[in-house]
């Protein structure tokens, strides 16, 4: 039925554009030039990645990616972001829920400190860690007196992607949650569910979506973070290399089949969340009749 | 019904809490290390790091290149928004969901990959160099990183308000004898105006801010294709830390006003499409 309906005002809208489109040879100049700028800057840096990786042969490919720095990288990677996405996965949940279910003071400027990590360069957000836990830091004596390792060490790097991807999820259910407003929570209370069963059976099917969709884009950032990770975690090969940082080592020492051999590893992750991304907002339009998906891309992109 | 509200729902105080301290210890303490730590400088010193004629190039880089990019994209990612709502062709349902590789894809595998495009024996550097136009390790090159990692602002941000738009009014505008382009010129470009501007400044705060994707394709040298978060880098490699956070309290500063401008500009938008 929806299909139908959606499938009707399609026809109606593109005849109202024919009414007072542009004329054809227009029509296939715009999209001409618009498919030729996305072809020279999307398409091309995308081909070109798996074209130089596999440029030596499949071997030296498999070799590359197996070799034991590149998997001392591929597990810190995955380390790191094991830590940083459930972690504010909760934080993300406990805040849209006192946001977006209740009404207090101070709420909008909470809101926008949420969205800072987003205003800050990379390399300023590693760069606090340093000041904090470096060996001149505000806790840097204190750190070394009792032995413990923060800077150029993984705990840094898992605060330093912990700090990058801090507002993914909160930014998808704040306003998602704000939306769906506190009516079918209200009800179930009143019907006597506890606070966790009202959560657990009302509100999480209800964000399921939004959720999934913030942790996607959460993850993504998490394995691919550069610049803030590139200051707090000293270089040091096999033990504070994740994979972006293994990257820029092998590219600068030449070794460029290997560089793209392990960046594809992340591109191929790049397009799972793209399709994983596509996904999730195809199930969501189908399940909520009000558009959500607009809301989620015009937030995201800050 | 705020009452009633706040009495029912439980787990406002857990949660309020949760968000409160973890934004605290995450967030705003370590934000607040490079205040406390840069008014160590004192004024002279900060205000002497933060015009050193090395910093100064990389401001006018950083900054210029950004606004460059910015601009490429509020005109491409315009028209691109603009095909992709009003036109059909093969493939648009794809096109649609591979642009928002540059958010997906890491920043270094970007700048690798942009770098061995434009390289002299690249692909597109191979057939740019001879025309004249060198692109890896020059401002040029900043620019065509900054303007992949911002591509998807502006079409995002124009695609639902062109979206959303009303075709009566173009229809009024034809059949009072507008012609196409005064259509698009005096009643479409003003509607989605907002949502261009927003598109831009979010491409813009971006690019100031970027690093992966630029340090591999600008060469880094100084006074030439330095740009200012590779210096703040280099600052903080040489154990200066007084000088990073120095310069680094100008980028924070021109981000929160670049936040703050977004902020006003969204709210402008969202009030011009309600």
């Known amino acids: 039925m929806a299909g139908h309906i959606g499938m009707r005002s399609a026809t109606a809208s593109a005849e109202r554009i024919r009414s007072t489109g542009e004329p054809a040879w227009v029509r296939r100049l715009l999209t001409g030039i618009a498919l030729l700028f996305l072809a020279l800057f999307l398409l091309m840096p995308l081909v070109l990645v798996f074209v130089e990786a596999f440029r030596k042969g499949v071997g030296v490919y498999f070799a590359a990616v197996t070799e034991p720095d590149a998997l001392a990288a591929i597990k810190l990677t995955l380390i790191a972001a094991g830590i940083a996405v459930p972690l504010n996965v909760v934080f993300g949940v406990a805040a849209a829920w006192s946001i977006a279910k209740f009404e207090f003071v101070g709420k909008n400027v909470l809101t926008t400190l949420i969205d800072l990590p987003f205003a800050v360069s990379p390399v300023i957000a590693g760069m606090i860690f340093v000041l904090m836990f470096g060996a001149h830091g505000w806790f840097g004596p204190w750190l070394s007196d009792h032995d413990i390792k923060v800077i150029f060490a993984v705990p840094g790097i898992v605060l330093a992607t912990v700090f990058v991807t801090f507002p993914f999820v909160a930014r998808e259910l704040i306003p998602l949650m704000q939306e769906q407003g506190t009516e079918e929570e209200e009800a179930a209370m009143v019907l006597g569910a506890s606070g966790w069963q009202t959560f657990r059976r009302i509100t999480l099917p209800n964000i399921k979506w939004g959720l999934l969709y913030g942790i996607i884009l959460c993850n993504a950032r998490a394995m691919g973070e550069f610049g803030a990770v590139s200051v707090v975690s000293g270089h040091i090969r096999g033990l504070t290399n994740t994979m972006p940082l293994h990257i820029e080592i092998l590219y600068n020492e030449y070794s460029f089949t290997a560089a793209f051999a392990v960046a594809s590893l992340l591109t191929m992750l790049a397009i799972v969340t793209l399709i994983a991304k596509s996904l999730v907002e195809w199930q969501a339009g189908r399940q909520q009749p009000i558009s959500q998906t607009t809301p989620h891309l015009e937030r995201k992109a800050a | ?274």
């Open chain 2, 1 to 274: 019904m705020e009452m009633k509200r706040r009495s029912v729902l439980p787990g406002f105080g857990i949660s309020l809490g949760i968000t409160v301290t973890y934004l605290s210890l995450v967030v705003l303490l370590p934000l607040a290390t490079v205040f406390t730590r840069t008014s160590t400088l004192g004024w002279a010193g900060f205000w002497s790091t933060v015009t050193a004629p090395r910093v100064l190039a990389s401001y006018r880089l950083t900054f210029g290149a950004s606004l460059g990019s910015a601009l490429i994209n509020a005109v491409f990612g315009l028209l691109v928004a603009w095909v992709l709502v009003r036109y059909r062709f093969p493939g648009r349902k794809v096109v649609d969901a591979m642009l928002d590789l540059p958010f997906a894809l890491p920043t270094a595998v970007a700048g690798i990959a942009l770098t061995t495009l434009y390289a002299p024996n690249g692909w597109l550097g191979s057939w740019l160099e001879p025309m004249g136009v060198k692109v890896d390790f020059t401002p040029l090159g900043i620019v065509v990183a900054l303007t992949f990692i911002g591509l998807p602002f502006v079409v995002r941000t124009v695609q639902p308000v062109l979206q959303d738009l009303e075709s009566e009014i173009e229809e009024a505008a034809a059949s009072l004898g507008a012609s196409r382009w005064q259509t698009f010129r005096r009643v479409l470009l003003p509607a989605i105006g907002p949502a261009l501007l927003t598109g831009f400044a979010l491409s813009f705060a971006r690019a100031i801010g970027e690093y992966g994707s630029v340090v591999f394709i600008s060469g880094n040298m100084p006074m030439r294709t330095e740009i200012t978060p590779l210096l703040i880098m280099t600052k903080l490699e040489q154990f200066d830390y007084a000088g990073a956070t120095a310069i680094a309290t100008v980028m924070l500063l021109a981000s929160f006003v670049l936040l703050l401008t977004i902020n006003v500009l969204q709210s402008l938008s969202r009030r011009q499409t309600a």
